[in-house]
């Protein structure tokens, strides 16, 4: 069983910039984040491969977060710049064994992200 451990989650304002890590205690095929609100479903945010090191990301972060990672270290960042609002959520670092589907196996207990207006 893989165990991962988030840090960097806080308090930020509107425009401000947060950078999340996330360390596995084992090898994945690939990890990434997804985020979730209260009442809402848990939603993927970045993805990345550590065989080819492509990296995914969402629609509504395109251009504000960028995921990274250190296949070495078997750790992730998620870059978080020009916060809004709508960022606030838990997110949560995930960590996959499944070469083509990316489906999360592995989850981490979250991270706590506010941002201000």
């Known amino acids: 069983q893989v165990q991962l451990q988030e840090s960097g989650g806080g308090l930020v304002q509107t425009g401000g910039s947060l950078r999340l890590s996330c360390a596995a205690s084992?090898?994945?095929?690939?990890m990434g984040w997804y985020r979730q609100t209260p009442g809402k479903d848990r939603e993927w945010v970045a993805r990345l491969n550590f065989d080819d090191g492509a990296t995914y990301h969402t629609g509504s972060v395109k251009g504000r977060f960028t995921i990274s990672g250190d296949n070495a270290e078997n750790t992730v960042w998620l870059q978080m710049d020009s916060l809004k609002p709508e960022d606030t959520a838990i997110y949560y670092c995930?960590?996959?064994?499944?070469?083509?589907?990316?489906?999360?196996?592995?989850w981490g207990r979250g991270t706590q992200v506010t941002v201000s207006s």
């Open positions: 995930y960590g996959s064994r499944q070469k083509y589907t990316g489906r999360p196996d592995y």
């Open positions: 084992g090898r994945t095929f690939s």
